[in-house]
């Protein structure tokens, strides 16, 4: 049924205006609990069995990767799609609108979409207060909420680091874990910020912001997102210094620029075979220890289980929630549950 919705309706849409339309009506359902509860029925398999990654109880290793809730307004709703956590964000330290319009594209040959968004967002401080709100809940503390953060636009790549770590501080407290996102293409110099000499900066800036933040007994995981275009040898390094730096994790991949389509940054079915090789590469040059999260190109549980095969310990998701629609999240962590998975406890 959501096949004819989209190729009849949704489609011929600006994509922009179908999320802001589509995102409502979920957190509309989410807001009345009759039809939420109906909902998650269909969406949570009963008995899924849980993934303990990054010291947190995931109810399913399939999540909503960062992007489609950018401001931390929908965390309800997306759980009870069947998400098994939710990445929010990217969010900036400074409020932004991002790039112009238009600036997302349906791929649909691909069954792809493309994007030059531009991390727009209310910014850290407003963020930061909405999930204090959900905390406040007993839904919102089970929940699991990932917080991407990214470069504020209007900050000098020389004082990135103190960008990263102002909405590090900010966020820590009500984020389960947090990311460092240095891989979008669409901030400009961002990408950059990927070398080893950059990167290892940003990172020591942030875990010493969110240790700040947070009391002793807790240490908030920390993880680097990055890009697909990076050479072998420079995702060796990201490695390294994931070691060097004692962080729990990487993950792999953001959106790529391989593509002759226009601006922006490509997602969906293109990334899953370089995203299955950075994984891989990942996990063995890591180890056992930090945790790798794969993320790109997934549309079947076939895709979730090749990652999990290469060494992800969690998958995610955004791409195919466009085309595949509202059940796609609850049908894979379902799917996934029906094959026991030997990952690690990490």
Known sequence: MYRLLFTQVLRRIDPERAHHLAFLAIRFVAAVPPLRALVQRRCAPPGMPTARVLGLDVPGRFGLAAGFDKDGVGIRGLTMLGFGFVEVGTITAHAQPGNERPRLWRVLDQHAVRNRMGFNNEGAAAVAARLRRVRATRWGRSAVVGVNIGKSKVTPAAQAAQDYATSAGLLAPVADYLVVNVSSPNTPGLRSL?????????????????????????????????????????????????????????????????????????????????????????????????????????????????????????????????????????????????????GAVR
């Open 194 to 342: 990927q070398s080893v000499e950059h990167l290892r900066p940003i990172l020591q800036a942030v875990r010493s912001a969110a240790d700040g933040a947070t009391p002793v007994a807790r240490t908030v995981p920390l993880l680097v997102k990055i890009a697909p275009d990076l050479s072998d040898a420079d995702v060796d390094a990201v490695a390294e210094l994931v070691l060097e730096l004692g962080l729990q994790g990487v993950v792999a991949v953001n959106t790529t620029i391989d593509h002759d389509l226009g601006e922006g940054g490509l997602s969906g079915p293109p990334l899953l075979g370089r995203g299955l090789e950075v994984v891989r590469r990942l996990r063995e040059r890591l180890g056992d220890g930090p945790v790798v999260m794969g993320v790109g190109g997934i549309t079947t549980v076939d895709d979730a289980r090749a990652y999990l095969a290469a060494g992800a310990d969690l998958v995610q998701g955004y791409t195919g929630f466009v085309y595949e629609g509202p059940f796609w999240a609850g049908r894979l962590n379902r799917e996934l549950a029906r094959t026991p998975l030997a």
